[in-house]
């Protein structure tokens, strides 16, 4: 039996629509699921509890589950791009900002909260870093358990936790916190893990609980379209047959085209796990 998966699509790809119009389009295209993007345009921590009592009434409506994400890059500092993190001295704002995106999760019915570590500030020495992180972090953990949703920690290109290697190290670090669990992204293990993306999918299962995807090429950190890049994705559907959670289509830089680009997508998509459970049914 194919089990089918939860598509997704990440609301950064999106910037041009009204969050409403963005799980409208979705929904009409045949997803089960949206990433809501925290960012200006859409949806803030601290948005009246009428406006995200709206949105999550119209994602049931339209059958839409959600997940959270923190990755906008001008969200906190119109200059500079993802400032501050939890690495920086000024990491406070960065700390509020996701207790309100958690509080933003809960009320929205959306049980994951991505976030990622960040680029270590070049005078800020690599241990220092990372006792700055597991700190930040298990302050983070103990909101999200009054909070009731689990952290989605993404190994990210460039940061600190680049590698499902960071992402272990850190977990250990934090104890094996239940709730700290882990967003993979299918381009990144192809752009940098030293395994098969397939593999990388097999040992992120434990952990996984949320998954954005894309195409991409070795070594080159760049979000594509499917056929764009190097990845054979009926393999990894296959590796990721009974994960639960969302598969959100990550394409951040393609609003210009966004209900073209989600459309193919999906049908990308459908086509792919349609060729995994085919080849599922010859072994």
């Known amino acids: 039996m194919t089990v089918l998966m939860n598509w997704a699509y990440c609301t950064n790809g999106f910037r041009d629509h009204p969050l409403d119009q963005t799980l ?4 009409d295209l045949g997803y089960t699921g949206a990433a809501v993007s925290l960012d200006h345009g859409h949806l803030m921590p601290g948005a009246s509890p009428a406006e995200v009592g709206r949105i999550a009434a119209l994602a049931e409506r339209l059958g839409l589950a959600l997940a959270v994400e923190t990755g906008g890059r001008y969200t906190l500092d119109p200059r500079r791009k993802h400032f501050p993190t939890l690495l920086h001295d000024e990491a406070e704002a960065r700390v509020r900002f996701l207790r309100g995106a ?9 049980p994951v909260v991505h976030l990622w ?48 290697a960071g992402y272990e190290r850190l977990r250990d670090l934090l104890g094996g916190h239940p ?28 952990h996984l609980v949320h ?7 070795r ?15 009926p393999p990894v559907l296959a590796a990721l047959d009974g994960f639960g959670g969302l598969v959100a289509v990550e394409l951040a830089r393609h609003s210009h085209a966004a209900p073209d680009v989600a459309r193919r997508s999906i049908e990308f998509l459908r086509r792919a796990h349609d060729l995994a459970g085919a ?5």
Do not use: K, N
């Open 24 to 27: 409208e389009v979705l929904a």
């Open 219 to 233: 070594g080159v950190h760049e979000h594509l379209e499917f056929g764009e890049g190097e990845i054979d994705f």
């Open 279 to 283: 080849g599922r049914s010859r072994r």
């Open 102 to 110: 958690m509080r933003t999760a809960a009320d929205l019915g959306a």
């Open 179 to 206: 709730r700290f669990g882990l967003t993979l992204d299918i381009g990144h293990c192809r752009c940098l893990e030293p395994y098969d993306v397939t593999e990388c999918v097999e040992r992120a299962l434990p």
């Open 117 to 164: 570590s960040g680029i270590r500030p070049p005078e800020v020495p690599e241990q220092e870093a990372w006792d700055r992180l597991v700190r930040q972090c298990e302050r983070l953990l103990s909101e999200a358990d009054e909070a009731g949703v689990t952290l989605g920690f993404e190994p990210e290109p460039g940061m600190l936790v680049a590698d499902l």
């Open 211 to 217: 998954v954005q995807i894309e195409d991409m090429r």
